[in-house]
T-cell receptor, first 115, second 113 residues
């Protein structure tokens, strides 16, 4: 399975600021995804990070709030912009090599607290 | 759209008890089904998966069988340990072949010695 790292592992930020989260994989992967896990809740997909093109966002998530980059097949970033306390969550990236039958592997997550 | 429903927790068991966590799904196609586990303070780990009807996924003493007729994928373990205490998520791959996963709400398991 792929080894996935995320930076930072946790952060405490002030309202109105932005934070960029990095996701690094130890091998080339086809699919990369960003999820949000609000306190005590399940995972919600934010977007699919597409290599070389704009990310595909899920309903309720917009590029201005969560800009995503994916410059190559091993790296992606998610920015949480103009943060509010409601953005306090764990943000996880995941990777997969294909669709449907393939397995997604998750990074350790970034725990974000917004004051 | 596709969805996953898990039994509500928390589930509290004594060590060596039998575990069942129910999971049912709604999907327009033929999804793959997964169980992920999240230990305290950690990310998600794949526990097991099944890709077609009647497949049984198994790992670390956990099992789940893909039941198309009942649209279920219940997680079972014959004898739980304190170290199994975690949050368990049932998930399916969405029918649109996008590679996305749709998760259930998660079930917290606490095993007491």
């Amino acid at each position: 399975s792929a080894v996935i790292s995320q930076k930072p592992s946790r952060d405490i930020c002030q309202r109105g600021t932005s934070l960029t989260i990095q996701c690094q994989v130890d091998s080339q992967v086809t699919m990369m995804f960003w999820y949000r896990q609000q306190p005590g809740q399940s995972l919600t997909l934010i977007a699919t990070a597409n290599q070389g093109s704009e990310a595909t966002y899920e309903s309720g998530f917009v590029i201005d709030k969560f800009p995503i980059s994916r410059p190559n097949l091993t790296f992606s970033t998610l920015t949480v912009s103009n943060m509010s306390p409601e953005d306090s969550s764990i943000y996880l990236c995941s990777v997969g090599q294909g669709i449907r039958t393939d397995t997604q592997y998750f990074g350790p997550g970034t725990r974000l607290t917004v004051l | 759209g596709d969805s996953v429903t898990q039994m509500e927790g928390p589930v509290t068991l004594s060590e060596e008890a039998f575990l069942t966590i129910n999971c049912t799904y709604t999907a327009t196609g033929y999804p793959s089904l997964f169980w992920y586990v999240q230990y305290p303070g950690e990310g998600l780990q794949l526990l097991l998966k099944a890709t077609k009807a009647d497949d049984k996924g198994s790992n670390k003493g956990f099992e789940a069988t893909y039941r198309k007729e009942t649209t279920s994928f219940h997680l079972e373990k014959g004898s739980v340990q304190v170290s199994d205490s975690a949050v368990y998520f049932c998930a399916l791959s969405d029918s649109g072949n996008t590679g996305k996963l749709i998760f259930g709400q998660g079930t917290t398991l606490q095993v007491k010695p």
